[in-house]
T-cell receptor
C-alpha cells in the first residue's frame, strides 16, 4: 500500500515571499501521478499542480512549481510571490497508474499555510 | 458549466440512524469517487463508481455503501451511524476511470452525529 507523508502541519510565509511545502511518499510502483491540492476554508479541493512519475521535468504552473525527486520519493511544492489568497490547507496526493487502480487518491495529512502581511 | 454538486451541505443525525448523501458530477463525467475527511484520520478513500459499477473500495465497514445511477449521479449511505462517522464527505468526478487529468471535487457534505 502507498503512503504519503507531510511532516509540516503548519507553515507561515510573508506576502510576496517564497515558501516550500514538503511531501514524501512510499510506493513500490514505478508509474504513478503525484498531485498538490489546495483546500481553502470554503472546503472545495482545487488542483494546484500535477506531476507524472515518468517525466523527469518538474511541473510548473505560474507561481507554483514542484521539486520531484523520484529516487528519494520526495515531491515538494514551491509557491513564489505568495499572495493572501494562497492561504489554505495543502494536500499532497498519490495516484497509481496500475491497472485497476482507477482514480483512487492517497492523501497526506496536509499542511496549513498562513500568509502574513 | 456546473461543477460537482453535493447535497445536503450540512446535516445532523443521531447515533443509530442512517444517512444518504448525494453527488451530481459535472455533466459528461462518468466516474465518481467518495472521500471521508476527519481531523483525526485525514482524507480517506471510500469508494469509486464508474458507469454504475464499483471500481474500488477503501477500508471501511459494510455500513458504508454507495451506488451510481445511469445519469452518473451517485449516492452514499451510512447505516447505524456512530459518533466517529462525523466528518466532511467529499465527492469527486472525472470523465473516465482511470483518468489522466484532474479530479473535480464538490464542496462536501458536513455530517454531525450526536
Amino acid at each position: 500500500a502507498q503512503t504519503v507523508t507531510q511532516s509540516q502541519p503548519e507553515m507561515s510565509v510573508q506576502e510576496a515571499e517564497t515558501v516550500t511545502l514538503s511531501c514524501t511518499y512510499d510506493t513500490s510502483e514505478s508509474d504513478y501521478y503525484l498531485f498538490w491540492y489546495k483546500q481553502p476554508p470554503s472546503r472545495q479541493m482545487i488542483l494546484v499542480i500535477r506531476q507524472e512519475a515518468y517525466k523527469q521535468q518538474n511541473a510548473t504552473e505560474n507561481r507554483f512549481s514542484v521539486n520531484f525527486q523520484k529516487a528519494a520519493k520526495s515531491f515538494s511544492l514551491k509557491i513564489s510571490d505568495s499572495q493572501l489568497g494562497d492561504a489554505a490547507m495543502y494536500f499532497c496526493a498519490y495516484r497509481s497508474r496500475v491497472t485497476g487502480g482507477g482514480n483512487k487518491l492517497t492523501f497526506g495529512t496536509g499542511t496549513q499555510l498562513k500568509v502574513e502581511l | 458549466k456546473a461543477g460537482v454538486t453535493q447535497t445536503p451541505r450540512y446535516l445532523i443525525k443521531t447515533r443509530g440512524q442512517q444517512v444518504t448523501l448525494s453527488c451530481s458530477p459535472i455533466s459528461g463525467h462518468r466516474s465518481v469517487s467518495w472521500y471521508q475527511q476527519t481531523p483525526g484520520q485525514g482524507l480517506q478513500f471510500l469508494f469509486e463508481y464508474f458507469s454504475e459499477t464499483q471500481r474500488n473500495k477503501g477500508n471501511f465497514p459494510g455500513r458504508f455503501s454507495g451506488r451510481q445511477f445511469s445519469n452518473s449521479r451517485s449516492e452514499m449511505n451510512v447505516s447505524t451511524l456512530e459518533l466517529g462517522d462525523s466528518a466532511l464527505y467529499l465527492c469527486a468526478s472525472s470523465l473516465v476511470s482511470p483518468n489522466t487529468g484532474e479530479l473535480f471535487f464538490g464542496e462536501g457534505s458536513r455530517l454531525t452525529v450526536l
